[in-house]
């Protein structure tokens, strides 16, 4: 079976002086640097194949390139947004804003308050009582720890009786 050619690229001067500095600037990520090379190669009637093997990629990584570089050049982009990553989707968020606040502020408050009997909040606990008072209907252990982790909160170095926690 014969093996199609791959589609034309066509760059006019302006836009392979653009992707050429790109390539020459010093502070160009490494990544644009190589999509910009597999597309001025691709202008050059350069195949997948001979991309590959002159720039030590994958196949597909020069069909992706100039394909994606085929399908934006129609649209009103930039030479460096054709060359960006897609935006990925990724799973939709679990907790509200408001949600996180209400952890955070029970972190901040002392366990007594809730009739728990320990001294300081442990990310188990508050798990649990964020769960036991509806505000959430359920989150890992871990879950919250990383959100404390991220807010700089530490509900086990708290005073709760000198100082407030937050």
Known sequence: MARLAPKVLNLNQSDRSELQQLINRHNTAQQIVLRAK???????????????????????????????????????????????????????????????????????????????????????????EIMKQGIIESISVRHVGRLLEEAELKPHQSRYWLTPPC
């Open 38 to 128: 597999i597309i001025l190669l691709a202008s050059e009637g350069k195949n997948h194949g001979e991309i590959a093997r002159l720039l030590d990629i994958s196949l597909d990584m020069a069909r992706l390139w100039r394909n994606r570089w085929l399908e934006n050049s129609d649209k009103d982009l930039s030479i460096l947004q054709r060359l960006q990553d897609s935006e990925r989707i990724g799973a939709p968020v679990k907790f509200s804003m408001e949600q996180v606040i209400e952890l955070f502020a029970l972190a901040c408050s002392p366990p007594e308050d809730y009739g728990r009997p320990i001294s300081h909040w442990t990310s188990r606990e508050l798990a649990d």
